[in-house]
């Protein structure tokens, strides 16, 4: 019967690819579920079986309690130790003590108790098995046939009997898919699920586009030419940048293919989505103005400080620049990564205008200077006082309209005016009050307060956003102090996040 043991462990584990030691406590929970069945159903049953010959024995066990817990919970599972201390002096609170009893034979009743057990134990086993070998993919591209599907969302076979998922949200809009059909998708996820691990596929997302061009176009698997970005509306339209990291090669010839052979397969799996080709520039500007290919871009005015660029097209070609529902523009943003407002030169030219008027009124209110003197100013690029002040004093004798003194001057007025800004905000300040909140942070005093509202820290949230080498610099203030201080104001936040999760 011990052999037979053996045969069923061999057997079975090498059915389901698993391992014998899980088959093994699989078989051993089983006999000690049938034993309790058979003696004491409450009793702490353990088997121990020999994993060369098959024997096994059986033991009854007791954990050792403190003696002034109030109440076992389990009298036939415990013991306190006042009771075992003599007779078992090597053992502690929180040991077992264990007493070898009759085992029961591997029967009928041992065998179909094992054999649900063993069923649970190899699909648990599996399930391990899919997430071990697919948990490192995450990122890849993964292909299968379309084995059935579930209320929209598509149930592929990706091999060895192993599914994946492409739910309703991450197929393409109005996608012709039949039973059987093959179909590629992007592993996003890896996710434990009741009924199993589920790997989560996208055929919607840049990434999945990212991989099919890896596939099809050679240079890009042998490291010629570098994806830099993709974006897509799926199912209609995308745009993905390429560059040459070989002086010899085009990169966007090289991905449309001959004929258009490499792009119109890439277009055929995404269900006939069209795709631009964009050539990817170290220039921002330059690189724009590839994005909005096919339409042709008049001008570009770049605004570092707010990421954008106002894009100026011919009146005829607006239409196409934005893109039907304003798709073009929406990918060429997506792409890039900055915010882009497309317009006709016109509007551009009436935008540029106003801006010009504002900064040269703005010139002559902070200078005190007269109009022509604010727009030789605007005209070289000075659009704000702190430029006047602080620009290399070379920068402005090179304009042919100054002479040293009327550059010394200037210079001397926009000091001023910033001297002025920066004593009326220091006053401003000192007369702040703190806010009732601000007292309300542990360890918080009134002096401090008033000396953190003098620097502008006026609220708790004020306080919360700061850095420790920020408070430092306050006359008075320690390191020590200064990270207690902010982590006291950060407190709600936490709380906040806890209450969330």
């Not at 492409?166 to 590629?184: A, H, K, T």
């Not at 401090?448 to 008075?476: P, R, W």
Request: proline share 3%.
């Amino acid at each position: 019967m011990n052999k037979e043991i053996l045969l069923v462990i061999d057997a079975v584990a090498h059915e389901k690819q698993v391992d014998k030691d899980i088959i093994i406590s699989a078989l051993e929970i089983a006999l000690a579920s049938a034993t309790r069945k058979k003696n004491n159903k409450n009793a702490d049953i353990c088997v121990e079986i020999n994993r060369d010959t098959g024997d096994y024995k059986t033991f009854r066990q007791w954990r050792i309690l403190d003696d002034e817990v109030e109440l076992m919970q389990f009298p036939d599972r415990e013991l306190l130790y006042s009771r075992t201390k003599d007779e078992h002096p090597d053992k502690e609170i929180g040991d077992y003590i264990k007493e070898e009893i009759e085992s029961i034979p591997f029967g009928r009743i041992a065998v179909q108790a094992a054999k649900q057990v063993i069923v649970q134990k190899v699909r648990e086993a599996e399930r391990e098995q899919v997430v071990e070998k697919f948990k490192d993919r995450i990122g890849e591209m993964l292909s299968g046939s379309v084995k059935r599907m579930d209320r929209g969302n598509i149930i592929l076979d990706v091999g060895s009997n192993i599914e994946a998922l492409i739910s309703r949200d991450e197929m393409l809009p109005r996608e012709q898919v039949r039973m059987g059909d093959r179909l590629r998708g992007y592993l996003k996820e890896v996710r434990q699920e009741t009924r199993g691990p589920l790997l989560a596929l996208s055929r919607t997302c840049p990434e999945l586009l990212i991989e099919l061009f890896t596939v099809e176009v050679p240079e890009i698997g042998d490291g010629l030419i570098e994806i830099k970005g993709a974006a897509r509306d799926p199912g209609l339209r995308a745009k993905i940048a390429v560059k040459a990291l070989d002086g010899r090669i085009d990169p966007v010839g090289a991905c449309v293919g001959m004929r258009g052979s490499r792009v119109q397969v890439i277009s055929n799996e995404l269900a006939g989505e069209r795709v631009d080709i964009i050539l990817w520039d170290d220039s921002p500007a330059q690189f724009i103005i590839n994005a909005m290919s096919p339409a042709e871009v008049s001008s570009i005015i770049v605004d570092e400080d707010s990421h954008s660029m106002d894009i100026a097209v011919n009146e005829e070609q607006l239409s196409q620049a934005i893109g039907r529902g304003g798709q073009n523009i929406k990918l060429a943003s997506q792409l890039t990564g900055w915010t882009l407002n497309v317009m006709t030169e016109e509007e551009a030219a009436e935008k540029n205008d106003e801006e010009s008027k504002k900064i040269i009124n703005q010139l002559m209110d902070d200078l005190e200077v007269d109009e022509d003197v604010a727009f030789i100013l605007a005209n070289e690029g000075f659009v704000s006082v702190e430029e006047v002040a602080y620009v290399p004093i070379q920068d402005m004798l090179e304009i042919e309209e100054f002479d040293e003194e009327i550059v010394n001057a200037l210079r001397e007025r926009a000091q001023s005016v910033l001297l002025t800004r920066a004593i009326s905000k220091e006053e401003q300040l000192s007369d702040a009050d703190p806010d009732k909140d601000l007292y309300e942070v542990e360890g918080m005093d009134e002096k401090t307060a008033h000396k953190l509202a003098s620097h502008g820290i006026i609220t708790m949230e004020d306080l919360a956003e700061q850095a420790v080498d920020d408070l430092v610099e306050i006359d008075g203030i320690t390191q020590e102090q200064a990270a207690k201080l902010i982590m006291a104001a950060r407190k709600p936040w936490f709380e906040e996040a806890e209450t969330e999760s």
